[in-house]
């Protein structure tokens, strides 16, 4: 096993060095999953799908190291053997998403705003740079990239810094007791509570509010849920309904997600007001994910968004062709484009995948 291993990487790294001795762009890709995700992929396919495996767990460490193309399906079906788990939840996509596209596109589902996301999580990896070289990172320091958190800016990079090879994840006890709450209000009270909530010892793991109606989930010791729900009150859902509700959620299968509207991700502070524009929303993580279905121009979107405190980025659907990722002030580009160049300095990985010319 550890020879095709070996010989895989190997053929990776010489097909990297001929792309870019040649400038031919390559498309970095697990099993598809998010190629909705992002500007719209382009050149010679690369493809980690049938790299996977386990290379090591220690439960006892809570750290598991796997290879890219591992199924987060397969990845949580062996932590929850030892009542573990992948605390950030990242979307599975229907059972096809793999850990290093979890990695690479840094989406987190419900838990995030209680336990923190992707990059949190990320202890090390094993990646193959523009030039053809394999860097380990996690406890060690790269001359050539000096000064950056490299395992962490892995994560949102969406393949544009190198491929993925194997990634070393910081994994959770699953919480001994859990309870979903439910609570008729409007979205101005929601936010209220939620940023209330949010300054009390309670222990929230997630929220969800829609159509007048929010969702709070619990998590933890059996006497501090007891103790919540008591203090708090409202409506406590069966297990069955609530575990739909949050896979859904995680997933983005529930019906919120269908249609061809545009779905914009709107990241804001917590305690921002509404944000007022036409379409339906979805408020996750306290207040600071919101989710809106739109057919309001982009220019619209994102002056209102940033009016907020916050920024927008067309999720699904609209039109991918120009920038997908709300546009940022100079010095955040400049940093980019030399971290960018850094790992991938001819430029051949998912070119463009983030922003024009990255």
């Known amino acids: 096993m550890e020879t095709s291993v070996n010989d895989r990487i190997r053929s990776w790294t010489e097909r990297i060095r001929e792309a870019s001795a040649s400038g031919t762009a390559l498309c970095i890709r697990g099993s598809g ?57 990242p979307p599975r996509f229907g059972g096809g998403g793999t850990v290093g596209g979890c990695v690479a596109a840094g989406l987190a589902g419900p838990r995030r705003a209680a336990v923190g996301g992707v990059r949190d999580f990320v202890l090390g990896a094993r990646l193959i740079d523009g030039r053809g070289d394999v860097l380990r990172f996690g406890g060690e320091v790269m001359k050539n990239v000096a000064g950056y958190d490299v395992s962490r800016a892995l994560a949102g990079s969406l393949g544009t810094l190198g491929l993925i090879v194997e990634v070393s994840l910081k994994v959770l006890p699953r919480p001994v007791a859990e309870a979903t709450l439910r609570f008729e209000m409007n979205e101005a009270e929601a936010l209220h509570r939620l940023n209330a909530w949010s300054a009390q010892p309670l222990p929230v793991s997630a929220s969800a ?34 575990d739909v509700l949050w896979a859904g959620l995680r997933d983005q299968c529930d019906a919120f997600f269908d249609g061809d509207e545009a779905l914009w991700r709107l990241s804001l502070p917590s305690d921002a007001l509404a944000v007022e524009l036409d379409g339906a929303q979805l408020v996750e993580w306290g207040g600071a994910q919101r989710w809106l279905r739109s057919s309001a121009p982009a220019d619209r979107v994102r002056a209102r968004v940033a009016e907020l405190g916050g920024h927008a980025t067309l999720f699904r659907h609209g039109d991918r062709r120009s920038e997908v990722f709300h546009p940022l002030p100079a010095p955040l580009m400049t940093l980019h484009r030399r971290l960018k160049s850094a790992f991938d300095p001819g430029g051949i990985f998912n070119p463009g995948r983030l922003y024009e010319g990255l």
């Open 33 to 89: 999953s998010k190629d909705f995700y992002g500007r719209q992929p382009f050149g010679e396919l690369l493809s980690t799908d049938a790299y996977d495996g386990v290379v090591s767990y220690e439960p006892s460490e809570l750290v598991v190291t796997v290879r890219a193309g591992t199924r987060l399906a397969d990845l949580e079906t062996l932590l929850a053997e030892q009542n573990q788990m992948l605390a950030f939840e």
């Open 209 to 242: 509010w829609r159509s007048g109606v929010l969702h709070l989930r619990l998590s933890g010791a059996a006497a501090a849920v007891e103790a919540a729900i008591a203090r708090l009150g409202g409506e406590c859902l069966a297990k069955d309904a609530a």
